[in-house]
C-alpha cells in the first residue's frame, strides 16, 4: 500500500499544480507565451513595410514619431489574432489609440478579405510576407502587441491576443495622459 502512495502522492501533486496554472490562464494571469523582450527601454527598431492595400506606399515607424501608440503582429494564420480582433476595433474607434499593423507571412488577398468583413482596426498596416521586420522586432508568434511611447521607446510588450483586461494592466496608463508617457 505505502508503494502506491508515493506515485499517487506525486500525480496529485502535478495534477493540483496543472489545475492551479490553467486557472491562472483562464482569468488571463498568466501567459505561457509571454516571454520577455530585450526591447522594453529601448528604442524601438525602425521599420519599412510595403502598405497592404496599396504596395507602392511605405509603412514605417517613423511616421509615429511624438507619439504613443501600439504595434500589432499578426496573420489570418493566427487563431488567437481573430480573437483579439474585435477588441483592436474597440480600441481604434472608443479610445482613439493608433495601432500599426504589421501583417506577417500572410496572404495578401486573405488577410484584405478579413479586413473588409471584420473591419480595419488599423491606423496604417505594413505587409511582411518575408519576416523582415518581425525578425528586427524578435517576433515569433502572433499576435505580438508593443507600446511604443511619444519618444520612440518600446514600453510594454504582450504576446497572446489583446483583452480588456491586458489593456488595462499593460497599456492604458500609457494613454490616460493623452498618449503622454
Not at 26 to 53: C, H, K, M
Not at 81 to 106: Q, S, T
Amino acid at each position: 500500500m505505502t508503494r502506491a502512495a508515493i506515485p499517487l502522492a506525486i500525480f496529485l501533486a502535478l495534477a493540483g499544480l496543472f489545475w492551479y496554472v490553467l486557472g491562472k490562464m483562464n482569468e488571463g494571469e498568466y501567459n505561457p507565451r509571454d516571454v520577455p523582450t530585450q526591447f522594453i527601454g529601448r528604442p524601438a527598431p525602425p521599420f519599412s513595410l510595403p502598405d497592404l492595400f496599396d504596395p507602392t506606399r511605405q509603412v514605417t515607424s517613423a511616421e509615429m514619431a511624438g507619439r504613443v501608440w501600439l504595434l500589432n503582429v499578426w496573420g489570418t494564420w493566427c487563431p488567437e489574432c481573430w480573437k483579439e480582433h474585435e477588441y483592436l476595433l474597440h480600441l481604434a474607434k472608443n479610445e482613439n489609440v493608433p495601432i500599426i499593423g504589421i501583417d506577417w507571412r500572410d496572404d495578401a488577398n486573405e488577410a484584405k478579405a478579413m479586413l473588409a468583413r471584420l473591419g480595419n482596426p488599423f491606423h496604417r498596416l505594413g505587409f511582411d510576407a518575408h519576416s523582415n521586420a518581425a525578425i528586427d522586432w524578435g517576433v515569433y508568434g502572433a499576435p505580438e502587441t508593443f507600446l511604443i511611447d511619444a519618444e520612440g521607446v518600446v514600453r510594454e510588450k504582450h504576446t497572446g491576443a489583446l483583452t480588456p483586461q491586458v489593456w488595462n494592466s499593460k497599456f492604458k496608463p500609457y494613454f490616460a495622459n493623452g498618449g503622454a508617457s
